[in-house]
């Protein structure tokens, strides 16, 4: 992995200009930049070196193709790559995770949802690097927290967590939706 080199956001966004017209220059440069945080990333999600070094790559072949889709109104540079790379990560684990992980988490002993939500939360605070989320995180009712992160950083589906939860795929959608937006509100009130 490449040492990330200092850019700005309006690097970035020219980069990523440039790499849709083609540019390979552009393209060493938006990686140079930015590898080294999507590694990691990429690693503390995947818990595995390999598995995260494949990701990168299909994920900066993914921005690559698609670098004229980056819009500025819809935010950051960097939170798109991390998108795309986050994505690539979430659709690899699926695929190899197989449909029935909550029930095997419940029969390797965790019996209640709320269990595996304070063991992801420690691992967010170093994902995260801030204990700004945490504390935001903390303030979420604990059904709604729990599918956050379940949705999120491990990416379960609205209908597996529905089914494991015994609860309408509507109200997982709403405890989400909610979540999100009690997280949303309460990172922009510490700004």
């Not at 309006?10 to 552009?26: H, K, P, T």
């Not at 070196?49 to 935010?75: C, F, H, M, P, T």
């Amino acid at each position: 992995m490449s040492t990330d080199v200092k850019a700005q956001p309006a690097e970035l966004r020219d980069w990523l200009a440039r790499c849709a017209l083609g540019d390979r220059r552009a393209f060493e440069r938006l990686y140079d930049a930015t590898s080294g945080r999507l590694y990691g990333i990429l690693l503390r999600l995947m818990k595995r070196r390999d598995w995260a070094e494949e990701a990168l790559q299909e994920a900066y072949v993914k921005i690559w193709q698609n670098a004229g889709e980056y819009r500025e109104d819809r935010g950051q540079p960097i939170t798109w790559l991390i998108s795309i790379a986050r994505y690539r990560a979430l659709d690899m684990l699926r695929r190899d995770r197989g449909e029935d992980s909550l029930d095997e988490r419940r029969e390797a002993g965790f019996d209640e949802i709320d269990e595996i939500g304070h063991e992801q939360m420690q691992g967010l605070s170093s994902l995260a690097e801030t204990r700004d989320l945490v504390r935001c995180l903390e303030g979420i009712e604990l059904a709604q927290r729990n599918c956050l992160i379940l949705t999120y950083c491990e990416g379960y589906s609205h209908s597996e967590l529905s089914d494991a939860l015994s609860r309408p795929i509507g109200t997982i959608k709403t405890w989400i939706r909610r979540a999100g937006k009690t997280l949303k509100d309460c990172l922009e009130g510490l700004l």
